[in-house]
């Protein structure tokens, strides 16, 4: 079963609002990823988690935070957006970071800030 | 760090016709060229991908092919179906260095198939 699972499947809120995205794989991958997606254009690397701890951080303001409670759950923090982080954000995971490359992505969840 | 050049950004084919994308890496110390196809409103799906010590790899209607000298890798779609349509995104993967492990993308070519 190759599938990750994101949720909500889309989100809309505030600039002052709280968020969390969620996103979940059974693979066994110890590697997670978020990305960000504007319209025709190639996702973005945010964040790298291997064996539940920050590898890469992309240079990604703070509002955004990511969190791995474990090695099968992703979340994204998010707080005092602004209307440009409107995007589809996506999850992925691989069997392992950085030697391990098939990356494997869900979804999606549509966000969109008013 | 690595770039990736995708081309042509957009293409239209009739259907049972063949499709090729082509890509470019400027890093020859990449390894791993993955392909994905991303359908409107869903994330991208992996649907064929090549190492660096291989020069073709074919899956039912779909090949890559990589030619390291040039350091160029495409995409080639046979018989292509109305359900082909979709982005393609061309990546590469360098394992070494400030990006090891990151995946780098091109900037994707949406594929239209006629009936």
């Known amino acids: 079963d190759t599938e990750v699972t994101q949720t909500p499947k889309h989100l809309v809120m505030g600039m002052t609002n709280k968020k969390s995205l969620k996103c979940e794989q059974h693979m066994g991958h110890r590697a997670m990823y978020w990305y960000k997606q504007k319209a025709k254009k190639p996702p973005e690397l945010m964040f790298v988690?291997?064996?539940?701890?920050?590898?890469i951080n992309e240079s990604v303001p703070s509002r955004f935070s990511p969190e791995c409670p474990n090695s099968s759950l992703l979340n994204l923090h998010l707080h005092a957006l602004q209307p440009e982080d409107s995007a589809l954000y996506l999850c992925?995971?691989?069997?392992?970071?950085?030697?391990?490359?098939?990356?494997?992505f869900g979804p999606g969840t549509r966000l969109t800030v008013l | 760090g690595e770039n990736v050049e995708q081309h042509p950004s957009t293409l239209s084919v009739q259907e049972g016709d063949s499709a090729v994308i082509k890509c470019t890496y400027s890093?020859?110390?990449?390894?791993?060229f993955p392909w994905y196809k991303q359908e409107l409103g869903k994330g991208p799906q992996l649907i064929i991908d090549i190492r660096s010590n291989v020069g073709e790899k074919k899956d039912q209607r779909i090949a890559v092919t990589l030619n390291k000298t040039a350091k160029h890798f495409s995409l080639h779609i046979t018989e292509t179906q109305p359900e082909d349509s979709a982005v393609y995104f061309c990546a590469a993967i360098l394992n070494y260095g400030g990006s090891q492990g990151n995946l780098i993308f091109g900037k994707g070519t949406k594929l239209s198939v006629k009936p």
């Open positions: 992925a995971s691989s069997q392992d970071w950085p030697f391990y490359n098939e990356q494997f």
């Open positions: 890093d020859s110390a990449s390894n791993y």
């Open positions: 988690y291997s064996y539940e701890k920050l590898s």
